[in-house]
């Protein structure tokens, strides 16, 4: 039966075998070139057996790849078809469960007892050869306390008085001592072998550690004590050699030493171009066989290539001890326990990697040194330790069959959800889940009732925000309609406002009233706090600016009664007649009408001038705001200070009057904290930077002069939110 290439292509999509997203295509090219460059090799190979070798590195290139992105796909398949259901997904987490904590545990018991055996084994070569340093140190201390002793009483320090130590001690029988009392020798020196040891210039105290001296390892100690206008230097030195690492490897196992560019003190490191084997694990004997005259040592010779190029190779100079037996199945020999030894160049004293000593030996062997000390406690530990694990194979059991019975639980109460997210995706959040349990997939249940309930409290608590946000909206429309949108400028006076909110609404104030044909109301305010509270006292403070400053109040110059307070704390003030308004009268009158109408945390900084036109003059107080400052033309600022407190914070309050002459060009700058407080990693935008910006562009028009403040203000803040209302008044005399 033969298949169009529609119905093919149709049948492979049902059963999930067409390659359909980019990955799968990816796979499918890169397959096809791999094979197709395969072809082509073969072919060219049928001609010249070398031809298509050069394809050879693109096939297994390309192979890999699209077997990469094959096993991703068929991972993806199998995810897609077996995981889809939620039973298949727990069972595949029962065997991760219940398998791999087990495979987990039984590998790090494996890791445990090889890796950090093998370490330990290291351990203990290197201890035994500190120990062994340790012992030569305090050998060599002795002595030099004893020859600083007679050198001290001014006897000859002769080596007949320290012969009794190779009576005491066989192991002087391989040291060699030397002393030194200034750069002088001692006779001691030949008699202890220790005439070929040079003095060290790198040593002013002691030391003690693995040397290389003329190619050969020796552990060294010296001791360099002063005595009367002089040093006394001793040194004592023992053959690092096949012997001395033998009675290390004696209750150990096999050591293997290779150097690396040394030679091991001993008769076969001498023979040049000898060669060596190293005895088999099983040897009993644990010494490696030779053709030299030593048996037991193999050397390590230079080998010269073939191209000219000189190479050190690291072999085994000399193997000593044997792999003990075996004590059960699982007492395995222990690999890659090795490390390396730092060994200190005589003539310089700086520290080398030279020799490196490899480690065979068995697990039981080390546990009989660590337990050494415990006797027949170290059964009861393997009994311990066999129960700990029975243990937890029960709990392994228990937790496999706990959650194979919870299986049909699990899968009920995610039923249950998927059934409630429907009903939430068609909009209708009246839905419960009916809860009869009181494990977690019943609080997972009531969370999900309480979600849908709060869903639906939130829609409403949306809807009353909307509601909330109109009417604000319109509130900023009305209080825009508060700040002066045309300004009636004198001919002597240029006059510029502009208030950005930090919010919604603004808790800034400004405004120009126009008193006569030649007298101008400047006001700039700032209220506290922020949002609505803070509009709502500013439209108090425009309304009440403007009620008191209309052309029809009897004027003022001094307040004969500002005011007198009722029992109904109104304010009944007279004016005489012919007497200008005050700005210092009128902060009175509001700093009372606030103080009455408004809770005692809420009050106002507020600044009044009045510029007549014909004089140049501008009569102001200032209840508490920021001073204005006047920039001249040369540069020069004034400040405006005159005044008193704050508005509406206390009662009876009374504001100084201060006057100023405006010269033409001379520009007034009045502004809110919002414009100078802003704060980045450079600290406040700060009053300076504010003055040398107007100051800088004072020529310009009043309103591109405030565009480049809060540009600057802007630029300063950064990507941070506003902190505050930004309000700033400028006025220019001409």
Same mark, same amino acid.
């Given at each position: 039966?033969?298949?169009?290439?529609?119905?093919?292509?149709?049948?492979?999509?049902?059963?999930? %075998?067409?390659?359909?997203?980019?990955?799968?295509?990816?796979?499918?090219?890169?397959?096809?070139?791999?094979?197709?460059?395969?072809?082509?090799?073969?072919?060219?190979?049928?001609?010249?057996?070398?031809?298509?070798?050069?394809?050879?590195?693109?096939?297994?290139?390309?192979?890999?790849?699209?077997?990469? %992105?094959?096993?991703?796909?068929?991972?993806?398949?199998?995810?897609?078809? !077996?995981?889809?259901?939620?039973?298949?997904? %727990?069972?595949?987490?029962?065997?991760?469960?219940?398998?791999?904590?087990?495979?987990?545990?039984?590998?790090?018991?494996?890791?445990?007892?090889?890796?950090?055996?093998?370490?330990?084994?290291?351990?203990?070569?290197?201890?035994?050869?500190?120990?062994?340093?340790?012992?030569?140190?305090?050998?060599?201390?002795?002595?030099?306390?004893?020859?600083?002793?007679?050198?001290?009483?001014?006897?000859?320090?002769?080596?007949?008085?320290?012969?009794?130590?190779?009576?005491?001690?066989?192991?002087?029988?391989?040291?060699?001592?030397?002393?030194?009392?200034?750069?002088?020798?001692?006779?001691?020196?030949?008699?202890?072998?220790?005439?070929?040891?040079?003095?060290?210039?790198?040593?002013?105290?002691?030391?003690?550690?693995?040397?290389?001296?003329?190619?050969?390892?020796?552990?060294?100690?010296?001791?360099?004590?002063?005595?009367?206008?002089?040093?006394?230097?001793?040194? #004592?030195?023992?053959?690092?050699?096949?012997?001395?690492?033998?009675?290390?490897?004696?209750?150990?196992?096999?050591? #293997?030493?290779?150097?690396?560019?040394?030679?091991?003190?001993?008769?076969?490191?001498?023979?040049?171009?000898?060669?060596?084997?190293?005895?088999?694990?099983?040897?009993?004997?644990?010494?490696?066989?030779?053709?030299?005259?030593?048996?037991? !040592?193999?050397?390590?010779?230079?080998?010269?290539?073939?191209? @000219?190029?000189?190479?050190?190779?690291?072999?085994?100079?000399?193997?000593?001890?044997?792999?003990?037996?075996?004590?059960?199945?699982?007492?395995?020999?222990?690999?890659?326990?090795?490390?390396?030894?730092?060994?200190?160049?005589?003539?310089?004293?700086?520290?080398?990697?030279?020799?490196?000593? =490899?480690?065979?030996?068995?697990?039981?062997?080390?546990?009989?040194?660590?337990?050494?000390?415990?006797?027949?406690?170290?059964?009861?530990?393997?009994?311990?330790?066999?129960?700990?694990?029975?243990?937890?194979?029960?709990?392994?059991?228990?937790?496999?069959?706990?959650?194979?019975?919870? #299986?049909?639980?699990?899968?009920?109460? !995610?039923?249950?959800?998927?059934?409630?997210?429907?009903?939430?995706?068609?909009?209708?959040?009246?839905?419960?889940?009916?809860?009869?349990?009181?494990?977690?997939?019943?609080?997972?249940?009531?969370?999900?009732?309480?979600?849908?309930?709060?869903?639906?409290?939130?829609?409403?608590?949306?809807?009353?925000?909307?509601?909330?946000?109109?009417?604000?909206?319109?509130?900023?429309?009305?209080?825009?309609?508060?700040?002066?949108?045309?300004?009636?400028?004198?001919?002597?006076?240029?006059?510029? @406002?502009?208030?950005?909110?930090?919010?919604?609404?603004? @808790?800034?104030?400004?405004?120009?009233?126009?008193?006569?044909?030649?007298?101008?109301?400047?006001?700039?305010?700032?209220?506290?706090?922020?949002?609505?509270?803070?509009?709502?006292?500013?439209?108090?403070?425009?309304?009440?600016? =403007?009620?008191?400053?209309?052309?029809?109040?009897?004027?003022?110059?001094?307040?004969?009664?500002?005011?007198?307070?009722?029992?109904?704390?109104?304010?009944?003030?007279?004016?005489?007649?012919?007497?200008?308004?005050?700005?210092?009268? %009128?902060?009175?009158?509001?700093?009372?009408?606030?103080?009455?109408?408004?809770?005692?945390?809420?009050?106002?900084?507020?600044?009044?001038?009045?510029?007549?036109?014909?004089?140049?003059?501008?009569?102001?107080?200032?209840?508490?705001?920021?001073?204005?400052?006047?920039?001249?033309?040369?540069?020069?600022?004034?400040?405006?200070?005159?005044?008193?407190?704050?508005?509406?914070?206390?009662?009876?309050?009374?504001?100084?009057?201060?006057?100023?002459?405006?010269?033409?060009?001379?520009?007034?700058?009045?502004?809110?904290?919002?414009?100078?407080?802003?704060?980045?990693?450079?600290?406040?935008?700060?009053?300076?930077?504010?003055?040398?910006?107007?100051?800088?562009?004072?020529?310009?028009?009043?309103?591109?002069?405030?565009?480049?403040?809060?540009?600057?203000?802007?630029?300063?803040?950064?990507?941070?939110?506003?902190?505050?209302?930004?309000?700033?008044?400028?006025?220019?005399?001409?």
């Amino acid at each position: 039966m033969q298949w169009s290439y529609p119905e093919l292509r149709l049948r492979l999509i049902k059963a999930g %075998l067409w390659p359909e997203g980019r990955m799968a295509r990816l796979a499918c090219y890169l397959a096809a070139m791999a094979t197709v460059l395969f072809a082509l090799q073969q072919f060219l190979r049928l001609f010249v057996p070398t031809w298509g070798d050069h394809l050879g590195g693109w096939i297994d290139f390309l192979a890999f790849l699209a077997i990469v %992105l094959f096993c991703i796909l068929a991972f993806r398949w199998l995810k897609r078809r !077996v995981l889809w259901r939620l039973r298949n997904r %727990l069972i595949v987490t029962y065997v991760f469960i219940g398998v791999i904590p087990a495979v987990l545990l039984v590998a790090m018991a494996l890791i445990t007892l090889y890796g950090l055996a093998g370490q330990f084994a290291v351990f203990v070569v290197t201890s035994e050869i500190d120990s062994q340093l340790r012992s030569l140190e305090a050998a060599n201390a002795a002595v030099c306390n004893e020859l600083a002793a007679r050198l001290e009483r001014g006897d000859n320090p002769a080596s007949e008085s320290l012969a009794g130590l190779r009576k005491r001690d066989p192991a002087w029988s391989r040291r060699q001592v030397c002393a030194w009392y200034g750069d002088k020798p001692l006779p001691m020196c030949n008699e202890f072998k220790g005439s070929s040891l040079t003095i060290p210039r790198f040593v002013q105290g002691r030391f003690r550690d693995v040397v290389r001296d003329g190619g050969s390892l020796y552990l060294r100690a010296v001791t360099s004590v002063p005595v009367r206008s002089n040093r006394l230097t001793v040194v #004592t030195s023992e053959p690092f050699d096949k012997e001395l690492v033998g009675t290390i490897a004696a209750d150990l196992g096999e050591i #293997t030493v290779f150097p690396s560019g040394v030679m091991i003190n001993g008769p076969a490191a001498k023979t040049a171009g000898s060669s060596a084997s190293v005895t088999p694990s099983g040897n009993s004997s644990g010494v490696a066989s030779s053709n030299l005259p030593s048996p037991a !040592v193999q050397t390590t010779q230079p080998v010269s290539k073939p191209s @000219g190029s000189q190479t050190r190779a690291s072999q085994s100079t000399f193997t000593v001890g044997s792999v003990p037996f075996p004590a059960g199945n699982f007492d395995l020999e222990i690999p890659l326990a090795g490390t390396s030894l730092s060994a200190v160049d005589w003539n310089t004293g700086k520290p080398e990697r030279m020799v490196l000593v =490899r480690v065979r030996t068995r697990p039981s062997t080390l546990y009989s040194h660590l337990f050494a000390a415990l006797g027949e406690f170290v059964q009861g530990v393997a009994y311990i330790l066999l129960g700990v694990g029975i243990f937890f194979a029960i709990i392994e059991l228990i937790a496999l069959i706990i959650g194979t019975r919870m #299986t049909r639980t699990v899968t009920a109460a !995610v039923a249950q959800l998927h059934q409630a997210t429907k009903h939430v995706d068609r909009g209708d959040f009246s839905h419960r889940i009916p809860v009869s349990s009181s494990d977690q997939l019943a609080d997972l249940a009531i969370s999900f009732n309480s979600m849908t309930a709060s869903i639906e409290k939130l829609i409403l608590e949306q809807k009353e925000k909307q509601r909330l946000e109109n009417e604000l909206a319109i509130a900023q429309e009305v209080q825009s309609q508060l700040f002066p949108r045309q300004v009636s400028e004198l001919e002597s006076l240029e006059v510029h @406002g502009f208030c950005r909110p930090a919010r919604t609404v603004s @808790g800034d104030y400004y405004d120009f009233l126009t008193a006569s044909s030649h007298k101008l109301i400047l006001a700039v305010g700032d209220i506290s706090g922020k949002g609505i509270s803070a509009a709502l006292l500013m439209a108090t403070i425009h309304s009440a600016v =403007r009620a008191y400053s209309v052309e029809s109040l009897p004027q003022m110059r001094e307040p004969v009664a500002v005011g007198a307070v009722a029992g109904s704390g109104r304010i009944m003030a007279s004016w005489p007649e012919g007497v200008e308004v005050s700005p210092g009268a %009128l902060l009175g009158l509001l700093n009372h009408q606030l103080y009455e109408s408004t809770p005692p945390e809420k009050y106002a900084t507020l600044f009044l001038g009045i510029y007549d036109g014909r004089s140049h003059h501008l009569t102001y107080s200032n209840g508490g705001h920021l001073p204005p400052i006047l920039i001249s033309k040369d540069g020069t600022i004034r400040r405006l200070e005159a005044g008193g407190t704050v508005v509406g914070l206390f009662d009876n309050m009374t504001y100084e009057e201060g006057a100023v002459e405006m010269h033409p060009g001379e520009i007034l700058l009045a502004y809110s904290d919002g414009v100078t407080e802003p704060e980045n990693d450079f600290g406040e935008f700060g009053e300076h930077r504010l003055i040398d910006l107007v100051r800088d562009n004072r020529d310009l028009p009043l309103p591109q002069i405030s565009q480049i403040v809060t540009m600057a203000v802007d630029d300063w803040i950064g990507d941070n939110e506003q902190p505050d209302d930004v309000t700033l008044v400028l006025a220019r005399a001409r």
